[in-house]
Protein backbone atom coordinates (compact mmCIF):
# COMPACT_ATOMS: atom_id res chain seq x y z
CA UNK A 1 0.00 0.00 0.00
CA UNK A 2 2.72 2.08 1.35
CA UNK A 3 4.38 1.62 -2.38
CA UNK A 4 1.12 2.31 -3.83
CA UNK A 5 0.47 5.62 -2.32
CA UNK A 6 3.98 6.96 -3.66
CA UNK A 7 3.28 5.77 -6.90
CA UNK A 8 0.31 7.84 -6.83
CA UNK A 9 1.76 11.08 -5.49
CA UNK A 10 5.03 11.18 -7.74
CA UNK A 11 3.25 12.68 -10.65
CA UNK A 12 1.55 15.02 -8.09
CA UNK A 13 5.01 16.37 -6.63
CA UNK A 14 6.48 16.40 -9.95
CA UNK A 15 3.80 18.73 -11.02
CA UNK A 16 4.07 20.69 -8.18
CA UNK A 17 7.79 20.96 -8.92
CA UNK A 18 7.39 22.11 -11.93
CA UNK A 19 5.18 25.12 -11.99
CA UNK A 20 6.52 26.61 -8.64
CA UNK A 21 9.03 28.53 -10.39
CA UNK A 22 5.93 29.44 -12.66
CA UNK A 23 3.77 30.83 -9.48
CA UNK A 24 6.70 32.45 -8.13
CA UNK A 25 7.90 34.32 -11.15
CA UNK A 26 4.13 35.90 -12.08
CA UNK A 27 4.44 39.10 -10.66
CA UNK A 28 1.23 40.57 -9.37
CA UNK A 29 0.09 43.69 -11.17
CA UNK A 30 -2.09 46.76 -10.54
CA UNK A 31 -5.98 46.10 -10.71
CA UNK A 32 -7.13 49.43 -10.52
CA UNK A 33 -7.86 51.93 -13.78
CA UNK A 34 -9.48 55.64 -13.26
CA UNK A 35 -10.57 56.81 -16.52
CA UNK A 36 -10.45 60.46 -17.55
CA UNK A 37 -12.91 62.00 -20.20
CA UNK A 38 -11.60 65.18 -22.20
CA UNK A 39 -13.44 68.29 -23.57
CA UNK A 40 -16.81 68.20 -25.01
CA UNK A 41 -17.53 64.83 -24.41
CA UNK A 42 -18.55 62.89 -21.09
CA UNK A 43 -17.59 59.47 -19.37
CA UNK A 44 -20.02 57.74 -21.58
CA UNK A 45 -17.27 57.35 -24.31
CA UNK A 46 -14.86 54.60 -22.26
CA UNK A 47 -17.74 52.48 -21.84
CA UNK A 48 -15.99 50.25 -24.97
CA UNK A 49 -13.05 50.44 -23.03
CA UNK A 50 -14.62 49.90 -19.28
CA UNK A 51 -16.43 46.86 -20.85
CA UNK A 52 -13.02 44.67 -22.22
CA UNK A 53 -11.17 46.08 -18.78
CA UNK A 54 -13.56 44.44 -16.64
CA UNK A 55 -13.88 41.43 -18.31
CA UNK A 56 -10.03 41.00 -17.55
CA UNK A 57 -10.60 41.33 -14.26
CA UNK A 58 -9.71 44.88 -13.72
CA UNK A 59 -11.49 47.00 -10.78
CA UNK A 60 -12.40 50.82 -13.38
CA UNK A 61 -13.76 53.69 -12.36
CA UNK A 62 -15.03 56.63 -14.88
CA UNK A 63 -14.77 60.47 -13.21
CA UNK A 64 -17.59 62.43 -14.28
CA UNK A 65 -15.82 65.54 -15.02
CA UNK A 66 -16.96 69.05 -15.51
CA UNK A 67 -14.74 70.61 -17.84
CA UNK A 68 -15.18 73.66 -16.79
CA UNK A 69 -11.83 74.50 -14.53
CA UNK A 70 -8.70 72.25 -14.71
CA UNK A 71 -8.93 72.23 -10.73
CA UNK A 72 -11.81 71.28 -10.31
CA UNK A 73 -11.39 68.41 -12.88
CA UNK A 74 -8.29 67.75 -11.43
CA UNK A 75 -10.13 67.94 -7.59
CA UNK A 76 -13.25 65.36 -9.25
CA UNK A 77 -10.56 62.75 -10.42
CA UNK A 78 -8.60 62.87 -6.75
CA UNK A 79 -11.99 62.12 -5.22
CA UNK A 80 -12.54 59.22 -7.46
CA UNK A 81 -8.28 57.98 -6.67
CA UNK A 82 -9.73 58.21 -2.87
CA UNK A 83 -11.98 56.02 -3.64
CA UNK A 84 -9.83 53.22 -4.92
CA UNK A 85 -8.32 49.90 -2.60
CA UNK A 86 -4.68 50.32 -4.36
CA UNK A 87 -2.68 51.74 -6.53
CA UNK A 88 -3.89 52.88 -10.09
CA UNK A 89 -3.77 53.07 -13.84
CA UNK A 90 -4.57 56.87 -14.42
CA UNK A 91 -5.96 57.22 -17.91
CA UNK A 92 -6.90 60.42 -19.83
CA UNK A 93 -8.38 61.48 -23.70
CA UNK A 94 -7.38 65.10 -24.76
CA UNK A 95 -7.71 67.52 -22.42
CA UNK A 96 -8.16 65.05 -19.96
CA UNK A 97 -4.77 64.42 -20.18
CA UNK A 98 -3.95 67.73 -18.55
CA UNK A 99 -5.95 66.55 -15.72
CA UNK A 100 -4.35 63.43 -15.69
CA UNK A 101 -0.64 65.09 -15.57
CA UNK A 102 -1.65 67.13 -12.27
CA UNK A 103 -3.45 64.44 -10.54
CA UNK A 104 -1.74 61.74 -11.85
CA UNK A 105 1.14 63.18 -8.98
CA UNK A 106 -1.24 61.83 -5.84
CA UNK A 107 0.69 58.50 -4.22
CA UNK A 108 -2.13 56.21 -5.68
CA UNK A 109 -1.27 56.53 -8.96
CA UNK A 110 1.52 54.56 -10.22
CA UNK A 111 1.41 54.75 -13.87
CA UNK A 112 -0.15 57.18 -16.66
CA UNK A 113 -1.84 56.65 -20.08
CA UNK A 114 -2.48 59.12 -22.68
CA UNK A 115 -4.98 58.26 -25.30
CA UNK A 116 -4.29 61.14 -28.33
CA UNK A 117 -4.22 63.08 -25.24
CA UNK A 118 -2.26 66.62 -24.68
CA UNK A 119 0.70 66.05 -21.71
CA UNK A 120 1.84 69.64 -20.72
CA UNK A 121 4.80 70.55 -18.47
CA UNK A 122 4.67 72.66 -16.09
CA UNK A 123 3.14 76.19 -16.91
CA UNK A 124 1.84 75.05 -20.16
CA UNK A 125 -2.06 74.73 -21.05
CA UNK A 126 -3.95 72.77 -23.72
CA UNK A 127 -4.62 75.76 -25.80
CA UNK A 128 -0.22 76.57 -25.59
CA UNK A 129 0.05 73.38 -27.23
CA UNK A 130 -2.14 73.67 -29.96
CA UNK A 131 0.27 74.72 -33.09
CA UNK A 132 0.39 78.28 -33.86
CA UNK A 133 0.29 77.56 -37.18
CA UNK A 134 -2.26 75.32 -37.57
CA UNK A 135 -6.08 75.86 -37.71
CA UNK A 136 -8.04 76.67 -35.08
CA UNK A 137 -10.46 74.40 -32.67
CA UNK A 138 -14.17 75.44 -34.66
CA UNK A 139 -15.66 76.76 -31.06
CA UNK A 140 -18.72 78.80 -30.05
CA UNK A 141 -18.38 80.50 -27.07
CA UNK A 142 -21.02 80.96 -24.75
CA UNK A 143 -21.85 84.24 -23.02
CA UNK A 144 -20.14 82.89 -19.88
CA UNK A 145 -17.10 81.83 -20.87
CA UNK A 146 -17.63 78.40 -21.75
CA UNK A 147 -17.26 77.10 -25.43
CA UNK A 148 -19.08 74.07 -27.92
CA UNK A 149 -17.66 72.39 -30.64
CA UNK A 150 -18.98 73.02 -33.94
CA UNK A 151 -21.57 70.85 -34.45
CA UNK A 152 -20.49 69.82 -37.93
CA UNK A 153 -17.12 69.68 -37.59
CA UNK A 154 -17.84 67.43 -34.40
CA UNK A 155 -19.04 64.80 -37.40
CA UNK A 156 -16.71 65.68 -39.89
CA UNK A 157 -13.33 65.57 -37.74
CA UNK A 158 -13.77 65.20 -33.98
CA UNK A 159 -15.63 61.87 -34.33
CA UNK A 160 -15.55 60.70 -38.45
CA UNK A 161 -14.79 57.33 -37.65
CA UNK A 162 -18.02 56.67 -34.87
CA UNK A 163 -21.04 55.50 -36.47
CA UNK A 164 -23.08 58.84 -37.68
CA UNK A 165 -25.98 58.64 -35.56
CA UNK A 166 -23.67 58.13 -32.59
CA UNK A 167 -21.19 60.51 -33.34
CA UNK A 168 -24.56 62.88 -33.24
CA UNK A 169 -25.82 62.04 -30.39
CA UNK A 170 -22.22 62.91 -28.90
CA UNK A 171 -22.21 66.26 -30.65
CA UNK A 172 -25.38 67.12 -28.69
CA UNK A 173 -24.84 65.73 -25.58
CA UNK A 174 -21.14 67.34 -25.36
CA UNK A 175 -20.28 69.17 -22.55
CA UNK A 176 -18.45 72.97 -22.92
CA UNK A 177 -15.36 73.60 -21.96
CA UNK A 178 -14.22 76.35 -19.86
CA UNK A 179 -12.20 78.83 -22.02
CA UNK A 180 -9.58 80.30 -19.36
CA UNK A 181 -9.94 77.79 -16.62
CA UNK A 182 -9.46 74.86 -18.20
CA UNK A 183 -8.46 75.38 -21.87
CA UNK A 184 -6.33 78.33 -20.74
CA UNK A 185 -5.44 76.85 -17.30
CA UNK A 186 -1.70 76.05 -16.53
CA UNK A 187 -0.24 72.62 -15.03
CA UNK A 188 1.75 72.84 -11.70
CA UNK A 189 3.96 70.07 -11.91
CA UNK A 190 3.75 67.52 -14.38
CA UNK A 191 3.26 63.77 -12.85
CA UNK A 192 5.10 62.28 -16.09
CA UNK A 193 8.19 63.60 -14.97
CA UNK A 194 8.06 60.90 -12.12
CA UNK A 195 5.87 58.19 -12.99
CA UNK A 196 5.80 55.76 -16.49
CA UNK A 197 3.31 56.96 -19.02
CA UNK A 198 2.19 54.83 -21.67
CA UNK A 199 0.72 57.01 -24.95
CA UNK A 200 -1.70 55.55 -27.82
CA UNK A 201 -1.24 57.79 -31.07
CA UNK A 202 -4.04 58.46 -33.60
CA UNK A 203 -2.61 58.77 -36.87
CA UNK A 204 -5.70 60.15 -38.49
CA UNK A 205 -6.20 62.83 -35.20
CA UNK A 206 -7.67 65.86 -36.55
CA UNK A 207 -7.81 67.85 -33.45
CA UNK A 208 -4.57 67.14 -31.49
CA UNK A 209 -1.65 66.52 -35.14
CA UNK A 210 -0.29 63.32 -35.01
CA UNK A 211 3.07 65.01 -34.70
CA UNK A 212 2.27 66.83 -31.67
CA UNK A 213 0.99 63.84 -30.47
CA UNK A 214 4.48 62.01 -30.78
CA UNK A 215 6.36 65.26 -29.40
CA UNK A 216 4.84 65.36 -26.61
CA UNK A 217 5.58 61.37 -25.81
CA UNK A 218 8.31 61.60 -26.68
CA UNK A 219 9.35 63.94 -24.37
CA UNK A 220 7.82 62.34 -21.76
CA UNK A 221 9.56 59.22 -22.38
CA UNK A 222 6.38 57.93 -22.57
CA UNK A 223 5.88 53.72 -24.22
CA UNK A 224 3.87 54.29 -27.47
CA UNK A 225 1.48 52.36 -29.75
CA UNK A 226 -0.65 53.86 -32.57
CA UNK A 227 -3.72 53.30 -33.97
CA UNK A 228 -5.41 54.03 -37.38
CA UNK A 229 -8.33 56.28 -35.82
CA UNK A 230 -9.68 59.34 -35.48
CA UNK A 231 -9.68 61.60 -32.33
CA UNK A 232 -11.77 59.69 -30.62
CA UNK A 233 -9.90 56.21 -31.28
CA UNK A 234 -10.86 55.02 -27.86
CA UNK A 235 -14.48 55.15 -28.91
CA UNK A 236 -13.68 53.41 -32.59
CA UNK A 237 -11.00 51.26 -31.74
CA UNK A 238 -11.47 50.43 -27.94
CA UNK A 239 -9.70 47.56 -28.23
CA UNK A 240 -6.40 49.37 -28.79
CA UNK A 241 -6.97 51.84 -26.26
CA UNK A 242 -7.42 48.91 -23.86
CA UNK A 243 -4.84 46.92 -24.36
CA UNK A 244 -2.42 49.49 -23.77
CA UNK A 245 -3.81 50.53 -20.63
CA UNK A 246 -3.58 46.39 -19.64
CA UNK A 247 0.45 46.53 -21.08
CA UNK A 248 0.79 49.49 -18.26
CA UNK A 249 -1.17 47.96 -15.79
CA UNK A 250 1.19 44.38 -16.52
CA UNK A 251 4.27 46.47 -16.61
CA UNK A 252 3.35 47.97 -13.29
CA UNK A 253 3.91 46.01 -10.20
CA UNK A 254 2.52 46.75 -7.16
Known sequence: MRKLMQWAAAPVLAVALFTAPAMAAEKPHVRNVVLVHGAWADGSGW???????????????????ADESLAGDVAATKRVLDRQDGPVILVGHSYGGAIITEAGNDPKVVGLVYIAAFAPDAGESIFGLLP????????????????????????????????RAEAEFMADSQVPLGIDKAGSAPITTAAWKTKPSWYLVSSNDQIIPPAAQRQMAGRAKSTVQE????????????????ALIEQAAEATVK
Open 47 to 65: QGVYKLLVAKGYKVSVVSN
Open 132 to 163: KDGPKPPIEPTADGLAYFNRDAYLTAFAPDVP
Open 227 to 242: VAGSHVAFISHPDAAA
